[in-house]
């Protein structure tokens, strides 16, 4: 299918991609980011697993053709999952970066969306991590094996109307200088805007996160003693 994107919107696009050139460059590990002017990432939508008052957030930028990004999911994510998201630790937000402006990356990411408005978001997200297949009758058929109103699941896709919020998730992981997938954000949620968040620029394996989160947690107030 052909996708459609305003000309605004790429414009966007292509500005940021233009001001991670001029200095907010990707490494080869975690680095942080200026705090100020990053409010997007405290954005509120549905794509959020874990407790709404975890004290650390941890935001990723992924492609579901991205093979790097399955391993992750597969290999990382459970672990994470297990010792930080489910004990209320951290709250964990999904954000898209389609590496292409059409493709099966942009339809994964339409067709998580549209499970999504079936409150099926997550669903189909792991879903879609399963086995990576993506062409039309592939979503189609992971959307009937989570149980989706297909009639309803398929007038979303041709109507495409997520297409632009999919690339403005896209154009903010630019900003954050993001050239490739996965890309992770980990801040204190309480200090978005007052210290800079830290990058993890890749699939790093579980105990670069572990490291990470664990010092965020340490600083807590709720740990601090006294």
Same mark, same amino acid.
């Given at each position: 299918m052909q996708r459609r994107m305003t000309t605004s919107l790429r414009q966007s696009v292509l500005f940021v991609v233009v001001l991670c050139a001029m200095g907010v460059g990707q490494g080869g590990s975690p680095a942080s980011?200026?705090?100020e002017g990053l409010d997007f990432l405290a954005r509120e939508d549905a794509r959020?697993?874990?407790? @709404?008052?975890?004290?650390?957030?941890?935001?990723?930028?992924?492609?579901?053709?991205?093979?790097?990004?399955?391993?992750?999911?597969?290999?990382?994510?459970?672990?994470?999952? @297990?010792?930080?998201?489910?004990?209320?630790?951290v709250r964990f937000a999904y954000r898209d970066f389609p590496r292409a402006?059409?493709?099966?990356?942009?339809?994964?990411?339409?067709?998580?969306?549209?499970?999504?408005?079936?409150?099926?978001?997550?669903?189909?997200?792991?879903?879609?991590?399963?086995?990576?297949?993506?062409?039309? @009758?592939d979503l189609r058929r992971h959307a009937k094996a989570i149980s989706l109103d297909l009639p309803a699941?398929?007038?979303?896709?041709?109507?495409e109307r997520q297409t632009?919020?999919?690339f403005r998730d896209r154009a903010e992981g630019a900003l954050l200088g993001f050239r490739g997938t996965p890309g992770f954000v980990l801040f204190?949620?309480?200090?978005?805007?007052?210290?800079?968040?830290?990058?993890?620029?890749?699939?790093?394996p579980f105990d670069v996160f572990e490291e990470?989160?664990?010092?965020?947690?340490?600083? @807590?107030?709720?740990n601090k003693k006294g």
């Open positions: 980011v200026g705090g959020v697993r874990g407790s @709404a008052t975890a004290p650390i957030t941890l935001i990723e930028y992924s492609d579901f053709t991205c093979g790097y990004c399955q391993k992750w999911f597969k290999e990382t994510w459970p672990r994470i999952q @297990a010792k930080y998201i489910d004990t209320g630790k402006f059409q493709g099966p990356g942009l339809d994964g990411a339409l067709a998580s969306r549209c499970a999504g408005d079936q409150q099926r978001y997550w669903a189909m997200h792991d879903e879609l991590w399963g086995d990576r297949q993506l062409g039309a @009758a699941f398929d007038k979303c896709m041709r109507e632009d919020d999919i204190r949620t309480d200090r978005l805007g007052k210290e800079p968040p830290i990058i993890i620029p890749g699939a790093f990470q989160i664990d010092r965020l947690l340490a600083a @807590a107030p709720s």
